[in-house]
């Protein structure tokens, strides 16, 4: 007996979409930053997690925002080469206020 093989439906493709890196995925070595598991500074912008900026060879770069889980603003960093050169916290702008 000779069994036909029927075309299957083909299913929508959904776009995908790239969830960026988040600091969980890289690790420090020496100063700098790296993607786990490579030995290439990362030069890249964290765009996931409840920490989002960007990296420049595996420096910390400019601007830098954390969120609380709720979603709120916790505080900005502006870093240069790494080094934090200015900081507001959302807690402390709310004492000013």
């Known amino acids: 007996m000779k069994r ?6 083909l299913r929508p493709t959904l776009p995908c979409t790239h969830i960026g890196e988040t ?17 290439v500074p990362f030069t890249a912008t964290t765009t ?4 989002q900026g960007s990296f420049n060879n595996g ?3 400019d601007p830098w ?3 609380y ?12 080469n790494s080094v934090n ?9 709310n004492f000013i206020a």
């Open 4 to 9: 036909i093989l029927s075309p299957t439906p």
């Open 23 to 39: 600091m969980k995925d890289l690790v420090e070595r020496d100063g700098l930053f790296y993607k786990k598991f490579t030995d």
């Open 48 to 51: 996931a997690g409840e920490e």
């Open 59 to 61: 420096k910390k770069g």
């Open 65 to 67: 925002v954390r969120y």
């Open 69 to 80: 889980d709720n979603g709120q603003l916790w505080s900005k960093r502006t870093y240069k």
């Open 85 to 93: 050169v200015k900081y507001i916290s959302s807690l402390y702008s």
